[in-house]
Structures are given as structure tokens and as C-alpha cells.
């Protein structure tokens, strides 16, 4: 059992790897007394509720682009604000919801399977047309910085925004 410094009388039963320079041990969920552990300050969750909301509304644009060029290839370019409001009412927000919507599920929510099937078959052309390296590197630098930015490693500055 090896006993910490700095951390009193507690015993802990991990083994600390030895470090050189100024870095400090790493932080385990046993060293916090209970009740202490790390929480996002408020400025974080800020930022991450944001990124939530943009995510989210770049996700309903992506949907309403997607019926929209499906109503068009259909020549029911007329309908398609009709068809996202059916799908809106009946939660579908975003192509992911789209895709994992079956025939049993269509019927279930009074939404045309007809015209489901056409845009989840227009959704895999378009997955395929659409992505480019340049847009899923971004997405996932993104995703980096919103969890370092999640468990306080950096300042919490918006995506495109020098921190302070």
C-alpha cells in the first residue's frame, strides 16, 4: 500500500507512476473526498449547451435539405413543407431518426412509408455526395475541443472563438 503526500493518513491501493518535472499524479475518482468530485463551471456548461443547440439546428437543416431535394427528385416540391411539419409532429428531427425508421414504425406515426423509403434511399446517396475530409476533420476537431472543454483542459470559448 502506498500512502500519497499531501493527501493525509488516506491509504490508496493504486500504484503512482513515477513522474519528473512539474507535472502532478493523476487525478482518480478516489482521491476526491465524497461529495468533491470536479463539476463543469458555469461558463462551460454555457458553451456546451450551446454547442448542443448549434448541433442540433445544423441537424434539422441537414434533414430539411435532404427532403427537400427528395420532394423535388419526386416532383413534389410542393408538399415538402407539409412533410416536415408530418415529421417534426411526429419527432423525427434529424437524418438519424429518419434512418432508423422502419415500415411498422411509419404506420405507428401516420408517416408515408413511401415517401420515408424514398428519403432514407436519397439520404445514402447523399451521405456518400455530401461528406467531404475537409468537413468530418472539422466535425471531429469539434468534438475534441467540446470534451476537453467539457472536463476543463481548456478555456471555454465557442467552436471558431480564440479562448482568453
Not at 54 to 74: D, H, N, P, Q
Not at 109 to 138: F, G, H, N, S
Not at 150 to 155: A, L, R, V
Request: glycine share 6%; hydrophobic share 40%.
Amino acid at each position: 500500500k502506498n500512502e500519497m503526500k499531501g493527501m493525509g493518513n488516506r491509504q490508496t491501493n493504486h500504484a503512482m507512476p513515477k513522474l519528473s518535472g512539474t507535472m502532478s499524479p493523476p487525478v482518480m475518482a478516489m482521491d476526491f473526498p465524497q461529495g468533491e468530485a470536479w463539476a463543469p463551471d458555469a461558463a462551460t456548461q454555457n458553451a456546451a449547451n450551446a454547442y448542443q443547440i448549434a448541433e442540433y439546428e445544423k441537424s434539422r437543416e441537414k434533414l430539411g435539405a435532404v427532403v427537400m431535394e427528395t420532394m423535388s427528385f419526386l416532383g413534389m416540391s410542393y408538399h415538402t413543407d407539409r412533410f416536415i411539419s408530418l415529421l417534426e409532429e411526429a419527432g423525427v428531427t434529424n437524418v438519424m431518426a429518419v434512418e432508423a425508421i422502419d415500415e411498422h414504425q411509419c404506420s405507428h406515426m401516420q408517416l408515408p412509408y413511401d415517401l420515408i423509403t424514398a428519403l432514407q434511399r436519397r439520404i445514402r446517396v447523399w451521405k456518400l455526395e455530401m461528406q467531404d475530409e475537409a468537413e468530418m476533420a472539422m466535425e471531429k476537431g469539434e468534438v475534441h475541443y467540446m470534451k476537453a472543454r467539457t472536463h476543463g483542459s481548456i478555456s471555454p470559448a465557442m467552436p471558431g472563438m480564440l479562448g482568453p
